[in-house]
């Protein structure tokens, strides 16, 4: 089953503005470009996710 997509709240919505889409299972955060889904997402584990978002918060 394919994991349901969110886009960023941060988005503008308009056309060339930069945005990332995240889809998380219970073990994995997926993360893609949503201007180009074709590509492969990267896949992060949850502990490094939240790292992240710590960090982007700071």
């Known amino acids: ?3 349901a997509w969110f886009k960023s709240s941060y988005s503008s919505g308009e ?3 930069d945005c990332v889409e995240v ?3 219970p073990s994995v955060v997926h993360v893609r470009d949503s201007k180009d ?4 997402a990267l896949t992060l584990g949850r502990g490094a996710w939240a790292e992240f978002v710590a ?3 700071e």
């Not at 889904?37 to 492969?40: E, G, I, N, Y």
């Open 1 to 3: 089953m394919e994991p």
């Open 23 to 25: 889809a998380a299972t």
């Open 55 to 57: 960090g982007a918060g």
């Open 37 to 40: 889904t074709s590509r492969p």
């Open 15 to 17: 056309p060339g503005s």
